[in-house]
């Protein structure tokens, strides 16, 4: 393993972080740069996994911090997978999952350690994500979607009334991520595993290419009977989507891993209900969108080619991940 980061050197390593770049060179060296300028009483391992990227990030990161253990895959191995590689010599108590797009603060990654162990039946611990400009990212969480959620989005609910914990459950509606709160999904920009659980559940489900892994991950957690937890006091700025240029490939990939949760994860009695919620949702969003092609602003045009493209990709992604 690398040589590790911060506390006596002969103490034993206590977590590996690891991180899986494409293409986000400039955000992963600030990533590592915050890593270890925020990270005072964890003795740490880092090892980077870049997978295959064309904007010179694997040799920035090896000249710039020649102490992580980087590994070139030759091939965009995907989120998933280039996780399980990275973290598959893992000898450390932890492993955190930390996308390259972040920016760690305020000894964010002490504190989880901390409260991994004030709650160490958690199994999965996050923490709360901000915006560059400080701005609450609800994306740290999420509840699991249910037949009731898929209802609310398909009809628009959830949309309209995105701060009501009733009619937008996925989001948590109205929690401002500001309390210790047991959840069902930590998001796998910031996600603490203890590392005997992450060999048990045997890492990510290499089925999930990209988006939903975490979610999976989390839920068969909870199957083993943990329950997975955030807490306020280790925060960290979240970028979002900076390895996902196009939209509309970002919002098919994300459908395709929402069927796969329903078909992975859902009683079969509920499955088929599930994906004809999913196709409803699509449909609806489809239809509400095609008068703003016309339209004079940019974004409402955008929006209408972004559900567009979901539509007309429908075949796909209702099958889910092979």
């Not at 990227?53 to 590994?71: C, R």
């Not at 399980?84 to 932890?94: M, T």
């Not at 964010?108 to 990212?137: E, S």
């Amino acid at each position: 393993m690398a040589q590790a980061g911060v506390a006596s050197s002969s103490a034993p390593v206590t977590l590996t972080v690891v991180i899986v770049s494409y293409n986000t060179r400039i955000m992963t060296l600030k990533a590592l740069e915050t890593l270890y300028q925020h990270t005072h009483a964890t003795r740490f391992d880092c090892v980077v996994l870049d997978n295959a990227s064309s904007d010179g990030s694997a040799d920035a990161i090896a000249s710039a911090f020649p102490q992580v253990q980087l590994i070139r895959a030759p091939q965009n191995l995907g989120f998933a997978r280039g996780n399980n590689l990275a973290a598959l010599d893992c000898a450390s108590d932890y492993v955190l999952l930390l996308n390259p797009d972040t920016e760690l603060q305020d000894e964010a990654i002490d504190r989880l350690i901390d409260f991994a162990r004030l709650y160490p039946k958690a199994g999965i611990w996050g923490g709360r994500t901000v915006f560059a400009n400080g701005a609450l990212n609800i994306a740290s969480c999420w509840a699991r979607p249910t037949l009731v959620s898929l209802l609310f989005k398909a009809t628009g609910v959830s949309t309209a009334l995105t701060k009501n914990r009733f009619f937008n459950p996925e989001a948590y509606g109205g929690w401002a991520r500001d309390t210790v709160r047991q959840v069902d999904i930590v998001v796998g920009c910031f996600l603490l595993i203890e590392a005997s659980l992450w060999r048990r559940l045997g890492g990510f489900s290499p089925k999930y290419f990209m988006y939903g892994e975490d979610a999976d991950l989390c839920l068969r957690a909870r199957a083993f009977g943990y329950h997975p937890m955030i807490t306020p006091n280790a925060q960290i700025v979240h970028h979002v989507g900076a390895s996902t240029s196009r939209t509309e490939a970002k919002a098919i990939a994300v459908m395709t891993s929402r069927a796969s949760l329903i078909r992975d994860h859902w009683p079969k009695s509920h499955r088929g209900a599930g994906i004809f919620l999913m196709w409803l949702w699509s449909a609806t969003r489809y239809l509400a969108t095609r008068p703003l092609i016309a339209s004079n602003r940019a974004d409402r045009r955008a929006r209408a080619a972004h559900w567009a493209a979901v539509w007309t990709a429908r075949k796909l992604w209702l099958q889910g991940y092979d």
